[in-house]
Nanobody
Framework: QVQLVESGGGLVQAGGSLRLSCAAS????????MGWYRQAPGKQRELVSA???????NYADSVKGRFTISRDNAKNTVYLQMNSLKPEDTAVYYC?????????????WGQGTQVTVSS
């Protein structure tokens, strides 16, 4: 089992920055990858960015060049630095962890944190 606790959301003006944090606890040694998803009202949840245990990263096209994902292994925490925010980035952001256990993958989710970007 993996528990995820997010923090760092809030209200910011367009062009501003926010940093989201996601602290993992529990079976952290079996985590294969962690990432951030977001869900805007009336839309499906979408992948924003992810980072593997080996440090490989990927980003949605809409956030490339503006968002940066990183991890602090000592703190079991993943961060999402969001710069040059746009109103269309407004959504609930969810932390995700993928646990690889005996060949099976298990998804864990945080409670979500609201990010609101005003124009």
């Amino acid at each position: 089992q993996v528990q995820l606790v997010e923090s760092g959301g809030g209200l910011v003006q367009a062009g501003g920055s926010l940093r989201l944090s996601c602290a993992a606890s529990g079976s952290i040694f079996s985590i294969n990858a962690m990432g951030w998803y977001r869900q805007a009202p009336g839309k499906q949840r979408e992948l924003v960015s992810a980072i593997t245990s080996g440090g490989s990263t990927n980003y949605a096209d809409s956030v490339k060049g503006r968002f940066t994902i990183s991890r602090d292994n000592a703190k079991n925490t993943v961060y999402l630095q969001m710069n040059s925010l746009k109103p269309e980035d407004t959504a609930v952001y969810y932390c995700n962890a993928v646990e690889l256990l005996l060949g099976d993958e298990y998804d864990y989710w945080g409670q979500g944190t609201q990010v609101t970007v005003s124009s």
